[in-house]
């Protein structure tokens, strides 16, 4: 089982830059799908981007253009950068390991095939959450 743990999240007004960081210990498996996920209280919560063990990376339209999701050499910490922030952006953020079909599977989400409780079973790991606030 793997240990995550976010961080970078803050507070930063509209345009501005956040860079989030998913520190990944413990077992990960040679093909996986690392993702961020975001739920600000009382909504649903919302994929945003994935990437698998060949670095394909998948986003939600919303984001595309804005956000990039990455990976460090030795893939144990993971990366959203976050560019031109906007308010709709605010929510807590999540990182999430899961098998490699789940990429596969978020494809069908970001094109609004199905909904995210229908591959969310398929993330085993997840970290606490680190907070985006992006004032107007």
């Known amino acids: 089982q793997a240990h995550l743990a976010e961080s970078g999240g803050a507070s930063v007004q509209a345009g501005g830059s956040l860079r989030l960081s998913c520190e990944v210990s413990?077992?990960?498996?040679?093909?996986?799908?690392m993702g961020w996920f975001r739920q600000v209280a009382g909504k649903e919560r919302e994929g945003v981007a994935t990437?698998?063990?060949?670095?394909?990376?998948r986003y939600l339209d919303s984001v595309k253009g804005r956000f990039t999701i990455a990976e460090d050499n030795d893939k144990r910490t993971l990366y959203l950068e976050m560019n031109n922030l906007k308010p709709e952006d605010t929510a807590m953020y999540y990182c999430?390991?899961?098998?490699?079909?789940?990429?596969?599977?978020?494809?069908?989400?970001?094109?609004?095939?199905?909904?995210?409780?229908?591959?969310?079973?398929?993330?085993?790991?997840w970290g606490q959450g680190t907070q985006v606030t992006v004032s107007s």
């Open positions: 999430a390991l899961g098998s490699s079909g789940a990429c596969i599977t978020m494809g069908r989400y970001f094109a609004g095939r199905i909904d995210l409780e229908d591959v969310t079973p398929k993330f085993g790991d």
């Open positions: 413990g077992y990960k498996p040679n093909f996986y799908c």
């Open positions: 990437i698998d063990h060949d670095g394909d990376t």
